[in-house]
Every structure is written in structure tokens, then in C-alpha cells.
């Protein structure tokens, strides 16, 4: 049985790199304070543990994750949580995935992504013209 999620997660769609156990390329999907769902052809094992580092849109560095750990794994996708990051890393994550709190909130990252929030549900990610 799995233990239910702490944090909020965010649809997502943008590049990370992993090192550890098994370094790699891949795509995060889904995003939250304490953990991504990641997709790459690297294979992974639960336990593994990997340094992760986001490639999030709109950011020069990408965000590092010292420590993360896999939780689940179905074929090239797989859930890592968050087990160490820095406090400056972390102000950063928060200020990505948490833009100013409101019952509708829009947050435009630069002109190609968008992430909504809406009263209640998951933010969806939509692509604008």
C-alpha cells in the first residue's frame, strides 16, 4: 500500500538530468515540494537514490536536488522523493511551482508555458500561441 502524497503536485513538462545510481536525461512530468514523476529510457530500481537536477523554463541554472530517492517505477516512468536540498534550492522550487496563492491564479512562464490553478484541482499545463 502506498502512503498518501504530503505536498501538492504540478502537471509540468520540462528536461532534468540525474546522477547516482543511474545518471541519465529525462522529462518531469509532474512536480511538487516533495517529489517528481520522471520519464527516461535510463532504467531505475526502487531505492535507488540520484541527484537531480530541473531544467525549469524561465531559469538560467537548473534547480539541484542533492538527494532523491525512487519510489516507484513502471517501465520508463518512475516517482522520486525529495530527500535533500539546499534551502536556496528549495526558495527556488517553492517559487516556481507556488506562484501568488488566489482562487484563480494564472502564472505565464515566459511564451511558451502556463501553468493554471484552479480552485480545487491539479494546475494543468497548456502551451500558448
Partial sequence: MTKPRQHLRYKVEF??????????????????????????????????LLSVHLNVPEQHTPISI?????????????????????????????RFRDPQPTSQHSCILGT????????????TLSRTI
Avoid at 26 to 39: A, D, F, P, Q, T
Avoid at 82 to 93: G, H, M, P, T, Y
Wanted: aromatic share 6%; charged share 25%.
Fill in 66 to 94: 542533492l538527494t532523491a530517492k525512487v519510489q516507484w517505477v513502471l517501465k520508463h516512468r518512475f516517482g522520486v522523493e525529495f530527500l535533500e536540498i539546499q534551502k536556496v534550492e528549495q526558495a527556488r522550487l517553492e
Fill in 112 to 123: 511558451r508555458l502556463r501553468i493554471l490553478l484552479l480552485d480545487g484541482h491539479l494546475p
Fill in 15 to 48: 528536461p532534468a538530468t540525474s546522477a547516482g545510481d543511474h545518471a541519465g536525461m529525462g522529462i518531469v512530468y509532474n512536480l511538487g515540494v516533495g517529489g517528481c514523476k520522471m520519464v527516461s529510457h535510463r532504467k531505475v530500481k526502487c531505492g535507488n
